[in-house]
């Protein structure tokens, strides 16, 4: 069975910094897209980055770029997402999600939900003003 865990969430205040983590079990990292997505109160889920285990190649929606910044290690099946200057609209429940694939990666595929087979069970962020 495939699980993955995300790790790292909570309270912080805005400007600051928060590192996520997404363990998969029963699923090994060799060619797969690996991804964070985020669902603010009353909005829909976005996308948020998204990184290949094989050529960690990386995509960033533009209300992150630059301040955050994704990673993969796949010896230990954990995929990072370092967060950076904090604001409030990042407050949300962040998700990891992960495919095998088998075509190069785009941006529009990383973000593409229904794409994604496994899912974790969310972990709140919380950015206070």
């Known amino acids: 069975e495939v699980q993955l865990v995300e790790s790292g969430g909570g309270l912080v205040q805005a400007g600051g910094s928060l590192r996520l983590s997404c363990t998969a079990s029963g699923f090994t990292f060799t060619d797969d897209n690996i991804a964070w997505f985020r669902q603010a109160p009353g909005k829909e889920r976005e996308g948020v980055s998204c990184?290949?285990?094989?050529?960690?190649?990386?995509f960033y929606v533009p209300s992150v770029k630059g301040r955050f910044s994704i990673s993969s290690d796949n010896a230990k099946n954990t995929v990072y997402l370092q967060m950076n200057n904090l604001k409030p609209e990042d407050t949300a429940v962040y998700y990891c999600a992960a495919v095998k694939i088998y075509y190069d990666s785009t941006y529009d595929r990383c973000f593409n939900q229904r794409l994604y087979d496994f899912w974790g069970q969310g972990i709140q962020v919380t950015v206070s003003s």
């Open positions: 990184i290949g285990t094989k050529d960690s190649q990386t």
